[in-house]
């Protein structure tokens, strides 16, 4: 069974920092491009980052370039997302995704879906 579990969430003020972690079981890690989703309340599902099978390329959407940075670790079986510079307008429900064939740059293309972790940016 595979899974992926999200941690790291929590409420930080704005211009702060968190980094969240997505680590997998039941399948081999590095077979598998992985991505950041978020969602924030009324709104859709939208891409965030993602990161390809080696970790050799990596994707953001335009408003978190420079303040985010994806990476991952295929011996920990771990992806990660350090946010930095954190704004109000990232409060979100974070999710990360995998994709064996593609790179999760959209919300319809994944295999599997962690469970969500909140993020809340205070004023």
């Known amino acids: 069974q595979v899974q992926l579990v999200e941690s790291g969430g929590g409420l930080v003020q704005a211009g702060g920092s968190l980094r969240l972690s997505c680590t997998m079981s039941g399948r081999t890690f590095s077979t598998y491009a992985m991505g950041w989703f978020r969602q924030a309340p009324g709104k859709e599902r939208e891409f965030v980052a993602a990161?390809?099978?080696?970790?050799?390329?990596?994707y953001y959407q335009d408003s978190v370039k420079g303040r985010f940075t994806i990476s991952r670790d295929n011996a920990k079986n771990t992806v990660y997302l350090q946010m930095n510079s954190l704004k109000p307008e990232d409060t979100a429900v974070y999710y990360c995704?995998?994709?064996?064939?593609?790179?999760?740059?959209?919300?319809?293309?994944?295999?599997?879906w962690g469970q969500g972790t909140q993020v809340t940016v205070s004023s």
């Open positions: 990161i390809s099978w080696t970790g050799s390329s990596t």
């Open positions: 995704a995998a994709d064996f064939y593609e790179i999760p740059r959209r919300v319809l293309d994944n295999d599997y």
